[in-house]
C-alpha cells in the first residue's frame, strides 16, 4: 500500500513559502489561559488514552492534587511561560510581549509531582531527539519516577511533507472513491492537515496547552525556523538539538547540508558494505546465542562469556547493531566449556561479572517469569548457588588471565558495551590513544 | 579484575581543582605549526595503526595528494582554525589571541579528499555523540565516502574520573608488584594518564594537530569547562552536544543535573521494570525469528511479514531493543503460513515489500555469502522468482488488508523502524496526535 504510495508523485501537492505559515495559522490558536477542560487529566490529550507505560500513581495525583488546591496553583500550567530556551534569543515582537505573561514563581510542589512533558519533534525517526533527551534525562535520575518528579516524553516523528504526502497518497489510493470533502475530514480526524508546518504548530500548540518544553531534530531549515518562530510566539522553551552540530560539520567540511530529513526521497539508504555487515552480524550473533554452534566461535570477532543472567544475550544484540560479530557462550557449574573457546584468540574473550545480591534478584525475577516451581528456583536463584556459580566463573576467568572481566552491576547495557568496545578496540590497534573510528 | 577494582576505593585519589587544569598543563603544548612528522600519513596517529573499517582508496589518496601539491596546499591542517563553534562564544584573553593566527582561506579540493576528521569525547559511553553526529552527517552523505570527500570519527569514550580511577586500580591490583616509576612508565605507555583532565586535553591537541573538530558530552561540567577553554586556546572548532539540552531540561523541571556521567559511582543504573522488560523482549524476539515458535505469536507485540530479505529480523531486533516482543513470519512460496498468524490481532501484523531489483541484488550478495552454488543462487535470487514470490506476498497483504504494508527499498532499520512504531502506536491509541510516550 504504502510502496504504491510512495512511488506516485502530486504534481499539485506543493510546499507553501514557509515564511508566510506562522501568519496564516496564527489567527487559528487562541491561547487556553482559561482552560476549556478544568481537570488536568483531561487537559493534556482530550482524545488520547494514556499509552501502557504511562502509569501514574493514583496516590501521587491525588497528592499532588490536593497539594495544588492547598497553595492556589493551577495543576494545568498556564500557556506563557518564564524563558524560551533558545541559545540565540531574538529581540521579541510587541505582539509576542502580548502573549506572554510576566515570569511566573516556580512551583516546585504539586506541579513538580503530577509530571512535566517533553515534545520531541523530528521530520526524520526521531532517533537522535529520543537518544539525546535520554541521555540528559540521565543527570536527573535521582528525582525522576521514584522521586517525585516524574517526566513524560512524546516523540512526534515523521513531521514532513514527505511523510504527509505517503500518508496522504496511501489514504487517497486506498479512498479514491471518496468526495474531497469527507477526504478532508478523514484526515482531520486523523489529526493531520496538509502541511507538516500545520502539524508541526499544532504539536507546538500542544505544548504550550501541556506546559510541555520541545526538543526538536529538524533538518528542513524552514521547518526548523518555523518551530522557532512558533516557539517563541506561544512561550515554549525550546531547544534545537539538530542545528548547531549540523552547523558546525558544515563548516568544518566547507559543504552545505542537503535540508533532507532520513527517509526523504532523493535521501535513499545505501546498500553500503556496512549495511550488509551489520546485518551479517545480526544473524550471527542470534544463531550463535547461549553457546549454540560452538565450532563457529572462530568467526566472531568479540565471544562474551559468563554466569547466567550476567547480560550475555542483550549485549551481544547490541554489539551486532553496531556491526560486531558476537558470540557468547554460558557458563553452568557442571556442564564442560566447549574447547574451541580456549583454541581462539584470548583477546576477543570477555568474561563477565555481577555482584551476587544483585544476580540474585535478577534470577528471581527470571525464575518468577518462567514460571519455575520452587524447587528449580531455589536451585537457580538461592544465594549459595548463585555464590558458588560465581566462584566457579571467578576460577575460570582466572585460569585465563588475558580474558578482561567486566564488572556488569549497575550498568546499563550500553554501558558496558562502551567498555567492551574500548578494551576490543585498545587490543586490537594497540593505540597510544584508544579510539573507536569510523569512516564515512 | 575490574569487579575487585570497582569495590576498591582509593582515599588519596583527589580530583584537582578544575579551575587549574588548563593553566597547569598550557606549557606541555606547543601548537605543531611546522609538524614533526611531514607525511600526512604518519601524522594523524604515529604509533596507531587504522582500525578495520578505516580503508581509503589509494587512488584518492594520490588523486588528493597530487591536488594537494598542484594547489599549494598542505594536506595537514595547520593547528589554527577559522571559528570555533561555540554557541556562546566567550570573550577571548589577548594569550589566546597570540596563540591564534588570522582566518585561513578554505581549501575546497586537495584537504576535503584527503578527509576530514571528528572527533567525539565523552565521559559516558559516547553513543550520544556517535548518535548525533551520525544523524547530522547524514545530511552530507551526498558528499561523503563515495562523492569525494570522506569524514572520519574517532569517539574517545570514558574520558571521566571513574574510568580512570577503575582502570588505574585495575593495573594497580594486577602489578602491585611494580615500583611507582614502572607503574607510571607503563601507564604512559597505555596512553593514559592519571588525570581525565589530561586525557582530554591530549585528545584536544591531537584534535588540533589533525585539523578536526571537537563533539563533546561532558555531564562534568568542569570538564565540559576545561574543554571549551582548551578548543578555544588551540582554535579547535568544538560543539557541546550534552549541556544545551541538559539546562534546557533542568529549567524546565526547576532542578539541576547532578552532573555525573553514564557509569559513575553513584549513578547506578537500576534493575527497573523497563530493565527487565527490554531483556524479555530481547529474548522473546530472538526465539522468534525466522518463525519459529508460531503458538507464541499471540504473545507478540508487533508481528512481522515478508518474503525473505526484506529485512525483517535486524528489524525485529531493532525494535526488541525498544522493549517490543516481535515476531516475524517469513513469507515463502509452497510455504504454509502459519494458521496463528490470521489467528492474532491483526492490528499488529505489518507487512513488509521492496523493490524486485533491490531485492535481487541483496539476495544475490547473500547468496555469495552464504557459499551458494549456481543452482541454488539462481532460484533465490533470479529475477523471475523474485517477481513471483513479491507477487505472492501482495496477494496475501491483499487478502489480510488490515496489515499496513511498509516499503522498506531505501530504508535504514531505523527509519522502517520508526514507521512502524508510528503505525503500531496510532493503531493502539488511537490518537488524535499520533506519538511515541515514555514516563521517566
Given at each position: 500500500?504504502?510502496a504504491?504510495?510512495s ?5 499539485n501537492?506543493h510546499?507553501?513559502?514557509?515564511s508566510?505559515t506562522i501568519?496564516?495559522l ?15 487529566e483531561?487537559?493534556a ?25 492547598r ?9 506563557s ?10 529581540a521579541?515582537s ?8 510576566p ?9 513538580l ?21 535520554n ?8 528525582c ?17 511533507w ?9 489514504i487517497?489510493?486506498l ?15 486523523l ?29 528542513d531549515?524552514?521547518m526548523?525556523?518555523?518551530?522557532r ?20 560539520i558544515?563548516?568544518h ?9 532520513r ?39 568479540i ?10 544475550t542483550?549485549?551481544?544484540i ?12 554460558p ?6 566449556l ?13 568474561g563477565l ?7 540474585q ?10 514460571g ?8 537457580y ?11 566457579f566463573a ?16 549497575g ?20 593505540c ?8 564515512y
Amino acid at each position: 500500500m504504502m510502496a504504491s504510495a510512495s512511488r506516485l508523485s502530486l504534481s499539485n501537492f506543493h510546499r507553501p513559502p514557509p515564511s508566510t505559515t506562522i501568519a496564516e495559522l496564527k489567527p487559528t490558536f487562541t491561547p487556553h489561559t482559561q482552560p476549556t477542560n478544568p481537570t488536568p487529566e483531561s487537559d493534556a490529550t482530550p482524545s488520547c488514552p494514556e499509552p501502557r507505560k504511562l502509569k501514574p500513581s493514583p496516590q501521587l495525583n491525588r497528592w499532588s492534587r490536593a497539594r495544588a488546591i492547598r497553595s492556589g496553583h493551577k495543576l494545568d500550567r498556564p500557556v506563557s511561560r518564564t524563558k524560551a530556551w533558545e541559545m540565540d534569543p531574538p529581540a521579541r515582537s510587541p505582539e509576542t510581549e502580548v502573549l506572554q505573561s510576566p515570569p511566573r514563581a516556580r512551583d516546585d510542589d504539586g506541579e513538580l509531582a503530577a509530571g512535566k512533558s517533553i515534545y520531541m519533534v523530528s521530520d526524520g525517526t526521531g532517533w537522535t531527539a529520543e537518544h539525546s533527551v535520554n541521555a540528559a534525562l540521565g543527570q536527573f535520575d535521582y528525582c525522576l519516577v521514584d522521586r517525585g518528579c516524574p517526566v513524560n516524553t512524546h516523540l512526534f516523528s515523521g513531521v514532513s511533507w514527505h511523510f504527509a504526502r505517503g500518508l496522504i497518497l496511501l489514504i487517497f489510493c486506498l479512498r479514491n472513491a471518496i468526495s474531497k470533502s469527507l477526504f478532508i475530514r478523514y484526515l482531520r480526524r486523523l489529526g493531520l492537515k496538509f502541511s507538516p508546518f500545520q502539524r508541526l504548530l499544532e504539536i507546538i500548540k500542544q505544548a504550550a496547552k501541556e506546559g510541555a518544553m520541545l526538543v526538536y531534530t529538524l533538518a528542513d531549515n524552514s521547518m526548523a525556523e518555523s518551530a522557532r518562530q512558533a516557539c517563541r510566539l506561544w512561550g515554549v522553551p525550546s531547544t534545537d538539538i539538530l542545528s548547531p552540530i549540523t552547523e558546525a560539520i558544515s563548516s568544518h567540511l566547507g559543504v552545505s547540508p542537503s535540508g533532507l530529513p532520513r527517509g526523504a526521497p532523493g535521501r535513499n539508504f545505501p546498500l553500503s558494505e556496512e549495511y550488509f555487515q551489520r546485518i551479517e552480524a545480526i544473524e550471527f550473533t542470534i544463531k550463535q546465542d547461549d553457546g549454540a554452534l560452538p565450532q563457529n566461535l572462530q568467526k566472531a570477532d568479540i565471544i562474551l562469556t559468563g554466569v547466567s543472567r550476567t547480560g550475555k544475550t542483550p549485549l551481544s544484540i547490541y554489539l551486532a547493531q553496531k556491526g560486531y560479530k558476537v558470540a557468547n557462550v554460558p557458563l553452568v557449574m557442571g556442564v564442560a566449556l566447549p574447547k574451541m573457546l580456549f583454541e581462539v584468540d584470548p583477546e576477543k574473550v570477555f568474561g563477565l561479572t555481577i555482584n551476587p545480591v544483585v544476580l540474585q534478584t535478577i534470577r528471581r525475577s527470571r525464575a518468577k517469569s518462567l514460571g519455575f516451581g520452587d524447587d528449580a528456583r531455589s536451585n537457580y536463584s538461592e544465594m549459595d548457588h548463585v555464590r558458588k556459580e560465581l566462584e566457579f566463573a571467578s576460577r575460570i576467568f582466572a585460569q585465563n588471565p588475558a580474558w578482561p572481566v567486566i564488572e556488569v552491576t549497575g550498568k546499563a547495557i550500553e554501558e558496558t558495551a562502551a567498555v567492551v568496545l574500548r578494551l576490543h578496540q585498545d587490543r586490537k590497534n594497540k593505540c597510544s590513544m584508544p579510539r573507536i573510528s569510523k569512516r564515512y
